[in-house]
Nanobody
Framework: QEQLVESGGGSVPAGGSLRLSCTVSGNRYNHFCLAWFRQAPGLEREAVSVIDNDGSTGYAEAVEGRFTISKDNAETTLYLQMDSLKSEDTAMYYC???????????????????????WGQGTQVTVSS
């Protein structure tokens, strides 16, 4: 059964770091792009980062240079290394799998996922100023 399960969230002071993980199970995701999204209270869900089948990556402008997306060689775990965290990074972070051609971009930055994207249950990240 295809499943995405996030872990690694928590509370950190501004300037700190966290590493999120997403366990990816199910062969169906072998040819999908994997991504991290986040949603803060009262705001719309937004794309954070995407990693393609060939390992190419894309980042939202708000996190570029501070966050790093990666996956293990077996493509069973997706990671998001978050450094120099800011209070505005506080949100629920979601792992997603979507057909690469369905990932939406705006001005070259990942923007959204399709309605058929698969989602994990989310992990909370809280950054205190």
């Amino acid at each position: 059964q295809e499943q995405l399960v996030e872990s690694g969230g928590g509370s950190v002071p501004a300037g700190g770091s966290l590493r999120l993980s997403c366990t990816v199970s199910g062969n169906r995701y072998n040819h999908f792009c994997l991504a991290w999204f986040r949603q803060a209270p009262g705001l719309e869900r937004e794309a954070v980062s995407v990693i393609d089948n060939d390992g190419s990556t894309g980042y939202a402008e708000a996190v570029e240079g501070r966050f790093t997306i990666s996956k293990d060689n077996a493509e069973t775990t997706l990671y998001l290394q978050m450094d120099s965290l800011k209070s505005e990074d506080t949100a629920m972070y979601y792992c997603a799998a979507d057909l690469c051609g369905e990932i939406q971009y705006r001005l070259g930055k990942p923007y959204g996922a399709s309605r058929s994207a698969h989602w994990g249950q989310g992990t909370q990240v809280t950054v205190s100023s």
